[in-house]
């Protein structure tokens, strides 16, 4: 089973700030690699899939890059709704398995 | 616009049984894979099972693995997970999720539904 790790397991920001998370698996993902994000109550949102690639409707202020087995969310300058857990999710082989998570929340 | 709609959660006796639906609309749902993934209160995301989009193949988390059944019935336009002999660790929010196209990568969830497991 590939072990996903998340860092740092909280980023403490302000609106405006760069937001920089890492995803490091324990083998070679290629680039089957994407992050969710998500607000409490609310089910998951895909911002990026295959390591670099923006899904639709996602701001361009959400990047995505990295392969092999180290990943970053780059959020270049944090608005108010971005404030929540982000999350990342491989493909590469069964069984798919999630990272514990990055909360982002306000300095 | 595509819409997952669950259904069936609820409180249930460890070792009981329960069957969760999963109403799909708003694309070919005969042409993707789904999954099921849960989510336990206040804890992070775990992919339970997949189904490709005929249905012919089906894919497990070891921790449901022998208790839990994935299907579809295209015709219906539904998912549906089927869990027996179920234990109070599998008590949390379950997500419906729908795949890219070709890839396994969720692109559309439902707002989920509570299964408890408690006495």
Known sequence: EIVLTQSPATLSLSPGERATLSCRASQ?????LAWYQQKPGQAPR?????ASKRATGIPARFSGSGSGTDFTLTISSLESEDFAVYYCLHRYNWPLTFGPGTKVDIK | EVQLLESGGTLVQPGGSLRLSCAASGFTFST????????APGKGLEWASTVSDSGGN???????KGRFT????????TLYLQ????????????YCAKHMAGATTFDYWGQGTLVTVSS
């Open chain 1, 28 to 32: 070679n993902l290629r680039n089957y």
């Open chain 1, 46 to 50: 895909l911002l990026i899939y295959d």
């Open chain 2, 32 to 39: 993707y894979g789904m999954s099921w993934v849960r989510q």
């Open chain 2, 58 to 64: 089906t894919y497990y988390a070891d921790s449901v």
């Open chain 2, 70 to 77: 994935i299907s579809r019935d295209n015709s219906k336009n």
């Open chain 2, 83 to 94: 869990m027996n002999t179920l234990r109070a660790e599998d008590t949390a929010v379950y």
